[in-house]
């Protein structure tokens, strides 16, 4: 042990005074824990000096750490100045980190061009963040041709390397037929692949297979277990999903309760399926003013995402004064946005409510509808 204080102290002293190596050395101790506690904020301050010595791996590091605001506070203006250094002297980590900046605009004009080169120059050198970035840009058609057989092919090239969201993303082309020919057993042991990995979204997808019996027999137990594994660490989708279960007894034993702790969870996270669930629940139940409100709100923010059925339920809250103050005129709107979505109820509901508005209103409301049918149409766009 006292050897080990004096092997550390001895490399702090040569840091100190500029030795690249024990300035190296030290970074890599403390960032990775190595035989002491991990200090990723001391393992930035040596990777730093060592990039002010022009050190190209270590202008990479003290780069991603100021991207991330691992051991430094996040600064984007100071990640992109060190990954261009690293990337000046062809450091694959330096050029794929800079073209992440490109993508998302950290701190530079967002320039997929830009970014796409980036990650070609790095994903050559097998880089394997950059393979996956560089098929997902070609599968989207982000600053280059959308071509899903070269999104294909990287992300083939980074999934034999183990990355969970090349797999996923393979899993679901096949799944999706898109770009090639839909192949349920191919998507499952994609999805499968990922699923090793404990990564969240794989097991949502990998149990969504399972309840719709593709590619594997149909086993809403499997599901429930693969659920419950994504849902736990935090998946809106599969908290949904596993709220869902409960709510109608699928391989688990209904229970409304249980049902509504992870409608919760998902609707939390601004999951419209799960919003207009929950606002249901509540308003089933529903006995004073508050719990009323309470529904109101949850279907307010399903409905403001486009979430047909949410809409159609504001409109009757509108309509009747439940939860909110009676609004003819807005309720006309939300049964708008809702029958222009085929939901018949909110059709035959709007007809009742023109014989009981002044035109001035109704024009008014038919306004208001059509901007809520343009924002249901833009979430859609972006989704």
């Not at 840091?15 to 101790?29: H, P, S, W």
């Not at 090349?166 to 090639?180: H, K, M, P, R, W």
């Not at 049918?373 to 979430?379: E, G, I, M, Q, V």
């Amino acid at each position: 042990m006292a050897k080990e204080k004096t092997d550390i102290s001895q490399l702090i002293t040569q840091a100190k005074k500029g030795n690249l190596n024990a300035q190296l050395t030290l970074a890599g101790i403390y960032d990775e824990g190595l035989g002491r506690q991990q200090d990723l904020g001391l393992a930035a301050r040596w990777f730093l000096q060592a990039a002010k010595q022009g050190f190209a791996k270590a202008q990479s590091s003290i780069g991603e750490k100021y991207l991330h605001g691992h051991g430094v506070e996040e600064d984007h203006e100071q990640a992109v100045f060190w990954l261009s250094k690293a990337a000046k002297q062809n450091d694959i980590d330096g050029m794929a980190n800079l073209a992440w900046c490109f993508q998302n605009g950290f701190s530079v004009k967002q320039d997929y061009e830009k970014a796409v080169k980036g990650y070609q120059k790095a994903a050559k050198f097998g880089h394997v963040f950059a393979q996956y970035n560089l098929g997902y840009m070609y599968a989207q058609g982000y600053g280059i041709q959308k071509d899903i057989q070269k999104a294909l092919k990287w992300y083939k090239r980074a999934a034999k390397k183990g990355n969970a969201k090349a797999q996923i993303n393979i899993g679901a082309l096949y799944a999706e037929g898109n770009g090639v020919e839909r192949n349920d057993i191919e998507a499952v042991e994609w999805y499968r692949k990922a699923a090793k990995y404990n990564y969240d979204k794989a097991l949502y997808n990998l149990a969504l297979m399972y309840i719709e019996g593709r590619g594997v027999p149909r086993d809403y137990q499997e599901a429930e277990k693969l659920l419950r594994d994504s849902a736990v660490q935090g998946y809106s989708r599969a908290q949904y999903y596993l709220g869902y279960f409960y709510l109608n007894g699928l391989a688990v034993k209904k229970d409304i309760s249980e049902s509504r702790v992870w409608f919760s969870k998902s609707a939390r996270q601004g999951y419209a399926k799960a919003q207009y669930q929950l606002a249901k629940l509540i308003l089933d139940e529903a006995k004073t003013e508050s719990d009323f409100a309470e529904a109101f709100a949850w279907f307010f923010h399903a409905g403001e995402q486009g979430h047909t059925k949410a809409q159609y339920y504001l409109g009757t809250m509108y309509a009747n004064g439940s939860g909110i103050k009676k609004s003819k005129t807005k309720a006309y709107s939300w049964f708008y946005a809702a029958a222009a979505a085929d939901e018949s109820r909110a059709s035959k509901a709007m007809k009742k409510l023109e014989k009981k508005l002044q035109a001035a209103d109704l024009a008014e409301a038919q306004k208001e509808g059509e901007s809520l049918c343009a924002t249901k149409a833009r979430d859609a766009s972006e989704d």
